[in-house]
């Protein structure tokens, strides 16, 4: 396998898992780049016990760690990446259109805690089995489990409360 | 965990929760990012690669195909016959050597012990004339090489075939070291003499007393690099489990404690009645 090969190959897998990580969309491409250069820093590093996809996940989490724990610093970038008002946030449901409902998305991501997330992004979009994660995480396989639970919990509640603003905008709208 | 559904599974066809998932699954990168990140990525690699460059990467991602092919194998190598169980045994009495003696000592000790070969693949360091005192991870070992002095990976390569298997690598030789200078050695899996065995592990042990006095130092940078350069050129060695703990003593000192934790992880699974067993459980226990 070429290196080309395996960055082809996983390219996108890992552009999607620093988005859903945190990452914003104007520096995914930066962070792309560092996951794939640390990648072939440590390509003899590889052991075959793992996946190369689950391998080169660990790195996308850590560039990702990386890049919040920086942007903490840059703040409001990140705010400007995702909405925070709430009419804006019923709008943005009412229309369920690309951009604005991954960014929907992302800020639902973004409220979990950061463990949970992990899982959540692994598990329910990139399908990493259980034991994967497990492994990638250094955690049991119930802690998996339970952080998954927690995390479809929090999921739905969120969207609930979007659904339930986007509601009273709606009756507000059709009152006046 | 295998038998939790995705959530999709479950969901209603009709769920808001479920459409931002297909919409999360389905998510692309710009049309076009993949090349243009493909040439970003060539022009990174050109500069830190150096003269490898690409070409290097594809050296090793051959080794990480060949890893992959193996992996189920991998577990079963380290009972890959007697003569990986004596060289073993040899490395754990180096390692309480040196923890015991000194570093310098035993190097020395071992250095006279067999011939030494030339530096084929790596050139040799000083050993350290003095150990710290300061230690939090019993002294491991390991065979870093100078990442200067590190050949083209193709050489390294030509000794351990990426069709070889683990237990191939293991019986090929001793090190590294030993494949670059005997280049048929390793794909004939040819038991190696015990000259060649005692003169690698010489220098094994010299490199690793190196690079623990660079991690004492507190130069783990540099530990770094040239655990990554051993890494990189697929030296499968005796003194793996001792180099392995180094490695993770060196993250952990140089804070980068995700990595250290998860390698810590690895080690554990891979060297479960290792000495350093407890040492990494402690780590591992540490917020």
């Known amino acids: ?176 | 965990m295998t038998k939790t559904k995705r959530w999709l599974d479950e969901l209603p066809l009709e769920s808001c929760e479920r459409e931002l998932l297909l919409l999360g699954k389905s998510a692309q990168p710009a049309h076009g990012a993949v090349d243009a990140d493909w040439r970003a990525l060539c022009v990174a690699l050109g500069t830190t690669a150096a003269a490898g460059g690409v070409a290097t990467s594809s050296v090793a991602a051959n080794s990480v195909s060949a890893k992959i092919g193996a992996s189920l194998a991998a577990s079963k190598a380290a009972s890959a016959g007697l003569l990986v169980a004596a060289a073993k045994s040899l490395a754990v009495g180096v390692a309480v050597g040196l923890a015991l003696t000194g570093v310098g000592t035993v190097a020395e000790h071992l250095s006279r012990s067999g011939d030494e070969r030339p530096a084929a693949v790596v050139e040799r360091t000083q050993a350290p004339a003095r150990r710290p005192a300061s230690q939090q991870i019993p002294t491991p070992m390991t065979a870093p090489s100078d990442e200067g002095a590190l050949p083209p990976a193709s050489s390294v390569r030509g000794e351990a075939p990426a069709s070889s298997t683990p237990r191939e690598r293991l019986t090929a030789g001793s090190s590294a070291l030993n494949q670059a200078s005997a280049p048929t050695r390793a794909s004939a899996a040819v038991a190696v003499s015990p000259e060649d065995k005692t003169a690698s592990l010489s220098q094994q042990a010299r490199e690793l007393a190196e690079l623990k006095r660079l991690i004492d130092g507190g130069a783990t940078s540099e530990a770094l690099r040239r655990l990554d350069t051993n890494f990189r050129a697929g030296a499968v060695s005796v003194l793996s489990e001792e180099r392995d703990a180094l490695h993770v003593q060196a993250l952990d000192r140089a804070q980068r404690r995700d990595e250290a934790r998860f390698f810590a992880q690895r080690f554990l699974t891979r060297y479960p009645h290792s000495p350093y067993f407890e040492t990494m459980r402690r780590l591992l226990a540490e917020k």
């Open chain 1, 1 to 176: 396998m070429e290196f080309e090969e395996l960055y082809r190959a996983h390219h996108d897998f890992v552009w999607r898992t620093l988005r859903r990580m945190g990452v914003g969309e104007r520096d995914a491409m930066d962070a792309g780049q560092k996951v794939f250069l640390i990648a072939h820093r440590r390509l003899a590093m590889f052991d075959g016990r793992s996946t190369v996809k689950t391998w080169l996940c660990g790195i996308a989490l850590r560039v990702a760690s990386d890049y919040r724990r920086s942007a903490v610093v840059r703040r409001e970038v990140l705010v400007a990446d995702t909405p925070t008002d709430a009419s804006r946030e019923a709008d943005q449901l009412q229309r369920l259109e690309g951009r604005e409902r991954l960014a929907i998305l992302d800020e639902i991501l973004s409220e979990m805690p950061i463990e949970q997330r992990a899982v959540f992004v692994l598990f329910e979009l990139e399908e990493l089995s259980g034991e994967e994660i497990a492994a990638l995480l250094a955690v049991p396989e119930g802690t998996v489990r339970s952080r998954l639970r927690l995390a479809r919990r929090a999921f739905s509640k969120s969207v609930a409360s979007r659904q339930h603003h986007q509601s009273v905008r709606l009756a507000a709208g059709g009152d006046s």
